[in-house]
Structures are given as C-alpha cells and as structure tokens.
C-alpha cells in the first residue's frame, strides 16, 4: 500500500515510512492511496473472529508488504492480550435502539490504548529492522498522551517527549503520564490550552533543523497506523449487530476527529454504515463546520470532558480531502487559509459528500449529566463523561430508520473522570485494580511556557540524534 499527503507536494511513503513519520514534509497529513474493499462476502466470512484476528485481517491491506500476515498477528495478540476483557472491546446494550461499545479495557483506561498498545509494538518492530533511534514528540489533552507513554516506556532507541497544558488534565490522567519514570520518558506541562501545545508540536515537525537530526515521530492520531487500528472496532462491533446484512449507525465523541475518521474508513472499505454521528461538547467547530459548512476556529473552554476541547481537529483535514476528490493542490490552499485566518469554508463538492454519511450534535454540560443519568437509571450503566455526550448524540440524532441500532463508542473508563462521575449520578466509580496504586506513586514532569523555542531546546537537549 502507497501512502500520499493530502496537501500533494510530499513524497509517497509505505506502511513503514508513514508509521515512522510525522507528519507529511509539506505539511499534510499521509493517507492510503486508494481504499482497500471488502466483498458483502468477504464481511460475512468475519463474524465470529477472536478480536487479534479480525484485526489482522481488516489491517494487512493497509500494511501490505511491511509486515508478514503471520507477523502482523502476532503483534495484535500481544497488543490486545493486554486488555481486561476477554472481548477486547465488548459491546453492551442499553435500551432497545442504544448500544454502547465499551473501548476503555486497556492498560491507561480510554480508547487510545486500542491503537497505541499496537502502535508501540510497530515502532519497535520497524526500529529492530535498522539502526535507528525514534523522538516521538506529542500532543496530549491527557488520554492520548498516558496511551502512547504506557506503550513505549522503557523501550530502547525511543525517547518520548509529552505535552499536555497545564491544569487542563484531570488528576488520574496526570498521574497516568507522570508517574512513569522511566529515563526514555519526558513530561512536560505547558501553559496554554490543548491547541497551543499541538501547534507546537506541528512547528516542530515542519522545523528542518529538528526534522534533520532527529527521527522525528507521532503518536497524536496524524499518525496513520492510529487511524487503521481503530478502523477494526467498527467492523467487530458491526459484526455482532448482523452486518453485513443490516446497517449500524455509530455515535462518536470526537476531538481531533481521529476516531471518527476511523469508521469513515470502515464504511469506504464496504461496511454498510447508516449514518456516523459526531458528538461535540461546547466546542463545537466540527458541529459547526458539519452543520453549516463554517470550519472557523473559536477559542477552547475547558469542560468535563477535556479530551474533546479542541478547536483544531487535525483529521478533519483528511476528511476534506477524500470528500473534496483528493485534489492535494486544492487542499493545500484551503489550510493555508485556514493557519492564517482561523477559517475556511467548505466547498459544496466536500459538503454533499460528507453528508450522505455524516450528521453531528452538540452536548453542553446539562444534556452531558443528564444522559449519564439515563444510562444509569435506566440501563444501570455508568458512562465517563465524554461517552455520555457520545449518548446524548445517539439519542437526539434525527432521521435515522427505525431498525438501525445506534452504538456509542465509550472512549474513557468512568474512574478516569470520577468528580464529573459523581456530581451527575451520585456514583463514585473506583478505579480499576490493573491501575495499582496510582495516588501513592511519585510524579515527574517539567512546566515550561508555552513558547516554541523553549520547548525546542528542552526537547534538543535531551533527545538522541538519529544515526547514519
Ligand atoms: C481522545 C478522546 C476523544 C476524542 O477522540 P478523537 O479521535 O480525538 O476525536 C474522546 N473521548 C476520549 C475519552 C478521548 O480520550
């Protein structure tokens, strides 16, 4: 499989190339040439599949020559022989219509380790391939970043250094980054908001100087090889609800739009998906820019659900460009508005074609609490907060046929956000055994302002050239 940029100037990579990379040398991000397919058949023959297996099976077209059919599954039977349930990410029912697919089962308790636990075993498999040495620096609004720290601490020729802003995570996500002391692993609390700390880290991936010495590499969801494991989650879930011979809609807490490009993924590979529902809260770019076809960035107000106050969707991007007729000189153009004015708008080309599959809702706080507490009182199902706004969405969502089932994914373990938790059902979920003693453990992190040469410097100063 050949990977190309969707701003067009970059060279074309392969599974390899793109995992290793950040993001494309002209700026966009990497996306599969064309979209591999599956037959109604070949969907039917899947049903039943132990989770590794279908993730090998829906992943090898996109690895290609990489990694050996063989290989590949031995590196998701590792990946997922870590989580807490034997069903990796089983599927819960709610009420008649509503079904949540629960994706919180992994090491760090939310839906990054599902990539991430995969994405830590291909850098390690790539790097034991050359003599190299891989600087992963990251964005996080916390989940993203104790995923990828559980994923690769401790693993030679990889440094990795995190960003979250300051204040901004809750307690348990914090912890979940800072209390890994491992040498190879660098926390760093920027003042600012989670879109200053991504669009530092974007600088640093366009900056030559750092791109020329070091093995500059992502692990935010710009990263493809995030994007293609989280595709498996929507043909397992699919699957179970009768696919391919029923349609499924899919409710999405989205962010930086990573998750849901995923099950835009599926649906252009052959799974017949009814409708995928984008859930924002307050920061509603992406309700705004679906609704109406404004992309203009607001400014972030912190909410209950942090991992979804984002301004700056990254992956949108990708959406643009499929939707757009893959045109990279066009794309290009319309980001270039974009960095400078803070908006663009969508053209009616991309606007129909996102829309035959597309709708979104907007949750604000009261709709977010009292969704918990319908799933609680009426299913007895205690829901994080970012999956309640995901619920809210599925409930709310208009024109969908009656006999569709609606599945939300559930992006975060309940514990991970226990004061919101409890303000909203009076429940204070603990916190699973497989955490340990996280409030007892010592904590390792470095604040710094949010200017992009301090942060360069402390990255520089620390990080392993790459050889050769
Ligand atoms: C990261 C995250 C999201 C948003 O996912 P995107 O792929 O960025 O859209 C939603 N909920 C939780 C709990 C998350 O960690």
Known sequence: MKYVSTRGQAPSLDFEGVTLAGLASDGGLYVPEVWPTFSPDEIAALAGLPYPELAQKIMQPFVGDSIAPDRLLELTRQAYGRFAHAGVTPLKQLDERQWVLELFHGPTLAFKDVALQLLGLL??????????????????????????????????????????????????????????????????????SFDDAQATVKRMFNDAEITGKYGIAAVNSINWARLMAQVVYYFYAALQLGAPHRKVAFSVPTGNFGDVFAGYVAAKMGLPIERLIVATNINDILH????????????????????????????????????????????????RTFESTKALQLTNTQRESIATLFSSERADGVDMAHAMRWAHENAGEVLDPHTAIGLHAARVAKDLPADVPVVTLATAHPAKFVDAVERATGVRPPLPVRVGDLFEREEACTRLSGDYAVVADFVTARATPRHG
């Open 123 to 192: 850098f390690e498999e790539f790097l034991s391939r050359r003599d190299d040495h891989l600087t992963i620096v990251g964005a996080t609004s916390g989940d993203t970043g104790s995923a990828a720290i559980d994923a690769v601490a401790g693993r030679a020729k990889i440094d990795i250094f995190m960003l979250h802003p300051y204040g901004r995570v809750s307690d348990v996500q914090r912890r979940q980054m800072t209390t890994v002391l491992a040498p190879n692993v660098h926390n760093i609390a920027i003042d600012g």
């Open 288 to 335: 705004r820019a679906l609704s109406t076809g404004d992309y203009s960035a607001g400014t972030v107000t912190p909410t209950a659900a942090p991992s979804m106050d984002i301004q700056v969707s990254s992956n949108f991007e990708r959406l643009l460009f499929d939707a757009g007729g893959k045109d990279g000189a066009a794309m290009a153009q319309q980001m």
